[in-house]
């Protein structure tokens, strides 16, 4: 089986040749090359090269964020909204004026509207990208007040979704056999979930959501249109998966406000890509343990970037428990890959008991959650492929070991 047929193959609940092994490198190069340390046999690869390299499948959820990018990309990115050449659309603004800047550390973009001045103000340091960042944080956020909520739903409704398909089905066919080229949707999973993400900084949303809640949620129903628009583009597109939605955590996104706020809008989208013949996957990578009740009815089929134990409360066993017996979950805790976390005989007894969990191995993608740190023991990925052409091949409704 090719990398590809056997990653759908997990996802669909089929039998395959081995795990698939599929670790998140594009971070780890991004950070490797800032520090001027790459390897010399990865010197100018990208991250399906990468992949090839070191022969596992290519970790490509979204876009291969190791290719440079124009800076005009990232006029919208403190709206949550990035544009990147391999996306299968790109948002635009055009009916107001807006003035944008840049230099090596700072993105400003200021948005005029008829209700007043939005100013973004992104930083991306040169430390930043040496710790394999790859977009910049947020300096200064779209809202600051109530004050802002219609400026803010008034830009949501002149945003433009321009569905690029052919885009995406050019880095489709880039990933070709040696993965899967996930789709990329939106990072907040609905209108709300983006405000919390991407639009308020994180404390002042809960007294906002606390004090403002129904102009909050008639602010994300005028937002609302713009998801529709990105969600036609994404189930439009050649993709077999499409990424919606990520960073769930039971603290940030606790579960009354998972179950209100988020869920109905995962299980429309997971609707939508399963009428137009699709998997949805959505990103898992905070903790878990209160969420997992609330997952299986979302109907997203792959949780990505699932981060177990000791990373959180939760092992991988639970949480796969947890995600009901359909819901692939793709991901082990990158601390393993540390020698200042787990030195060799813990990381040895670690692996025992995750490969000794596994069962049938079914439903189940091996990466690294939420992606290879920049100082990774690539010995112990080694260990792991080893591992896994161990384990032999998956036969759903079995037990291996």
């Known amino acids: 089986m090719t990398h590809r047929e056997r990653m759908l193959a997990a996802i669909r609940g089929e039998p395959t040749d081995a795990l698939p092994w599929a670790p998140r490198m594009d971070l780890w190069c991004i950070a490797l090359r800032a520090r001027g340390t790459l390897p010399e046999q990865f010197a100018g690869l990208n991250t399906l090269e990468i992949a090839e390299t070191l022969d596992v499948a290519c970790h490509s959820v979204r876009a291969d964020y190791t290719l440079p990018r124009d800076p005009h990309e990232l006029i919208l990115r403190g709206l949550g909204i990035d544009n990147h050449p391999d ?27 008829p209700a007043g001045e939005i100013t973004l103000h992104l930083r991306q340091t040169k430390e930043m990208t040496r710790e394999g960042i790859s977009l910049p944080f947020v300096k200064s956020y779209a809202i600051q007040s109530p004050d802002d909520f219609e400026a803010i739903a008034q830009i949501f409704e002149h945003l433009q979704v321009i569905p690029t398909p052919e885009k995406y089905a050019a880095y489709q066919q880039r990933i070709g ?15 709300v979930h983006l405000i ?7 404390d002042r949303f809960f007294y906002l959501y606390a004090d403002e809640q129904d102009a909050m949620r008639q602010l994300g129903e005028r937002m609302a249109p713009f ?8 189930v439009g597109c050649s993709a077999e ?11 940030l996104t606790w579960p009354p406000f998972f179950e ?4 109905p809008w995962l299980k429309h989208v997971g609707e939508r890509a399963h009428e137009a013949g699709k998997f949805l996957l959505t990103h898992t990578d905070g903790e878990n343990r209160d969420l997992l009740p609330l997952y299986p009815a979302c ?20 949480v796969r428990r947890g995600m009901g017996g359909k819901t ?3 991901g082990i805790p990158a601390v393993a890959l540390l020698d200042d976390s787990m030195d060799d005989p813990t990381f040895e007894a670690y692996m025992d008991d995750l490969f000794d969990s596994l069962g049938a191995g079914d439903h189940l993608i091996l990466g690294v959650s939420d992606n290879v740190p920049p100082d990774a023991n690539l010995d112990r990925m080694e260990q792991i492929k080893q591992r896994v052409e161990a384990f032999g091949p998956v036969h759903p409704g079995t037990t291996t070991g």
């Not at 996930?182 to 999973?189: D, Q, V, Y």
């Not at 919390?196 to 994180?202: K, R």
């Open 87 to 113: 996306y299968p659309y790109r948002v635009e603004l055009h009916d107001f004026p807006v003035t944008f800047s840049h230099d090596d550390e700072s993105v400003h973009t200021v948005i005029e509207t």
């Open 196 to 202: 919390l993400h991407d639009l308020v900084a994180m």
């Open 328 to 330: 692939t979950v793709w």
């Open 227 to 234: 998801f529709e628009q990105a969600l036609d583009a994404i």
């Open 260 to 263: 209100q706020e988020i869920a």
């Open 299 to 318: 109907g997203f089929d792959v949780a990505e970037s699932v981060c177990p134990q000791p990373m959180t409360q939760c092992t991988l066993e639970e």
């Open 177 to 191: 056999d040696r993965g899967l080229a996930i789709a990329g949707g939106s990072i907040g999973a609905s209108p």
């Open 241 to 251: 998966v499409v990424f919606w939605g990520g960073n769930y955590d039971q603290d």
